[in-house]
Structures are given as structure tokens and as C-alpha cells.
T-cell receptor, first 114, second 112 residues
Framework: DTEVTQTPKHLVMGMTNKKSLKCEQH?????MYWYKQKAKKPPELMFV???????INESVPSRFSPECPNSSLLNLHLHALQPEDSALYLC?????????????FGPGTRLTVT | TQLLEQSPQFLSIQEGENLTVYCNSS?????LQWYRQEPGEGPVLLVT?????EVKKLKRLTFQFGDARKDSSLHITAAQPGDTGLYLC????????????FGTGTRLKVLA
């Protein structure tokens, strides 16, 4: 089973709202990732968690706040977003961090900020 | 900065035709993954190549990693409408950061 699940599938939020994206995997992977993908572009890395600790933050604005409550779950808390933050947000996981490990992606959350 | 250039960017072909997509870099990668992504969905891993010169086959898809591990190709034989999608290569750096380098993408449309 190489499934990564994400909820919700679609999210529309205003610029003053607070919402959260959720990601779950049950493959026993210890590395989890958040990516942002704009239309017709490749995914851009936002955050990397390794063993439930944040190990990479790609200079992401503080209106995006990641959280890893346990080894299977990854959240992305959203607050005071801008319309340009509208994108497909992808979660991925791998057995560990490091170039030897393949990343498996979830189906994504399509976020629209109005 | 490591970059992965894919070509062509767009490809529209008839069902039954063959095609090749290229993924090129001036940098060496320890491995390279190919993904296919459909609109509004996440990328789905197709294959990982690790050894220079390696060739892997997945039904009608043939993947090759360059001898120097700087480039890769994806060849599709007798394309079908179900092959339509965005094809992404992603390289894993040889050392240091474990941030995947994603290619620029090839958007394929196979017409019935």
C-alpha cells in the first residue's frame, strides 16, 4: 500500500479565515513533505518533517504553519492567506529523508483564496 | 543550482504513435524518478532509476538513466489516450540536501 490521503479535496477560504489541511499515511514512513503547485508548474517544496521534527522550511511565509502530531499525520494550518496562495497543495511521504528514498504523493487539496 | 530541463514542453499526438520525453541536467543525480500527474491530482510515481545506463520497462513505457546519471528519457510505445497527463522527472541530489529537483514538466495529450 503506497497511499497518502489528503483532506479536504477542495477548499475555498477568505483572506481572514483560518483553516487546516490534513495528510495521513500508514506506510510507516518517517519523512513527510508539503509542496505547493501552481497551474502548469512543477511542485515546489515548502516543508520537510523527519521523525516528526521540522527539518526544512523553504522560507515559507508564517501564514502557513505546519504541524506533525505523530508519525502518520501532517497538518498545514492556514491563516490570513492571500489570493496568490491559491494552488494545489500536495503532501508526500518517504521512508526516510535522503536521496535513496522515493516520495509518494497524495491527491492534493485544491485551495482557492478569495 | 541544479536544474532539470524537460523537452518537449508540450506534445499532442495521435493514438498509436510513439514518443520520447527527455529530462536533462548538467548535474549528477543519485537517482531519478518519473511521475505522471493528471489535472487536479497528485503525481503518481512510475519508476525510479538509480544506476547509470539503467533501463526499466513498465508495460509500454521504457525509462533510461544516462550513463553519467545527468539525464533520463521516457519512451512510450503505441500511446493511448490513457497516457495523457503531465510527466515530471525529479532528481535526487548526490549529497547534502534531500530536496528533490523537479523537472519543468512535459504535458502530453494523446488523441483518440
Amino acid at each position: 500500500d503506497t497511499e497518502v490521503t489528503q483532506t479536504p479535496k477542495h477548499l475555498v477560504m477568505g483572506m481572514t479565515n483560518k483553516k487546516s489541511l490534513k495528510c495521513e499515511q500508514h506506510m510507516g514512513h518517517r519523512a513527510m513533505y508539503w509542496y505547493k503547485q501552481k497551474a502548469k508548474k512543477p511542485p515546489e517544496l515548502m516543508f520537510v518533517y523527519s521523525y516528526e521534527k521540522l527539518s526544512i522550511n523553504e522560507s515559507v511565509p508564517s501564514r502557513f504553519s505546519p504541524e506533525c502530531p505523530n508519525s502518520s499525520l501532517l497538518n498545514l494550518h492556514l491563516h490570513a492567506l492571500q489570493p496568490e496562495d491559491s494552488a494545489l497543495y500536495l503532501c508526500a511521504s518517504s521512508q526516510e529523508t535522503g536521496s535513496a528514498y522515493e516520495q509518494y504523493f497524495g491527491p492534493g487539496t485544491r485551495l482557492t483564496v478569495t | 543550482t541544479q536544474l532539470l530541463e524537460q523537452s518537449p514542453q508540450f506534445l499532442s499526438i495521435q493514438e498509436g504513435e510513439n514518443l520520447t520525453v527527455y529530462c536533462n541536467s548538467s548535474s549528477v543525480f543519485s537517482s531519478l524518478q518519473w511521475y505522471r500527474q493528471e489535472p487536479g491530482e497528485g503525481p503518481v510515481l512510475l519508476v525510479t532509476v538509480v544506476t547509470g545506463g539503467e533501463v526499466k520497462k513498465l508495460k509500454r513505457l521504457t525509462f533510461q538513466f544516462g550513463d553519467a546519471r545527468k539525464d533520463s528519457s521516457l519512451h512510450i510505445t503505441a500511446a493511448q489516450p490513457g497516457d495523457t497527463g503531465l510527466y515530471l522527472c525529479a532528481g535526487a541530489p548526490t549529497s547534502g540536501t534531500y530536496k528533490y529537483i523537479f523537472g519543468t514538466g512535459t504535458r502530453l495529450k494523446v488523441l483518440a
